[in-house]
């Protein structure tokens, strides 16, 4: 085979896969808005993409992936744009709010944000879960979500 069979070969299949790309990265930019629509109530005070680092409860290969990470008066709610991954939490549930750099075994070159809150011990041995998130300002959510100490 010759060499100019050979690069046509492997422009082709950049050529194609780029397409396939652009098509995947289009899609994902639709079902975002369409999440960003879903999670719109009068209550709303952010929505925003986010990356789910996972669930602690749900293991390392469940609630992960890309999607809308959403805050109202009385939730947080992680949309995801395919799978199961969908999180919804109760404000009152929420035990502290933080940044972290690994979750679940995985590291991430920015900080996360990190949610601890209670569920029932049914569902947990603990009665305490967690979560990470990769958001585009970890400060804001961390301000916003942040419990105060007892006094």
């Not at 404000?91 to 075994?105: E, K, Q, Y």
């Not at 949610?115 to 301000?143: K, M, N, Q, S, Y």
Request: aromatic share 4%; with cysteine; hydrophobic share 50%.
């Amino acid at each position: 085979m010759g060499a100019g069979i050979v690069v046509l070969i492997v422009v082709v299949v950049l050529a194609v896969a780029g397409v396939g790309w652009m098509l995947a990265s289009k899609a994902a930019d639709r079902r975002l808005a369409e999440l960003r629509t879903d999670v719109d109530r009068p209550d709303l005070e952010r929505s925003e993409s986010a990356t789910c680092m996972g669930v602690a409860s749900k293991g390392t290969g469940k609630s992960k992936g890309l999607g809308v990470l959403a805050l109202s008066a009385d939730q947080v709610e992680f949309k995801p744009v395919a799978g199961e991954g969908h999180v919804v939490l109760e404000r009152a549930a929420i035990t502290g709010a933080g940044s972290v750099r690994t979750f679940l075994g995985k590291e991430s070159s920015a900080d996360l944000l990190h949610l601890t809150w209670t569920v029932p011990t049914d569902e947990v041995e603990a009665g305490i879960d967690e979560g990470a998130w990769r958001v585009a300002d970890v400060d804001w959510w961390i301000g916003r979500l942040a419990v105060a100490p007892p006094s």
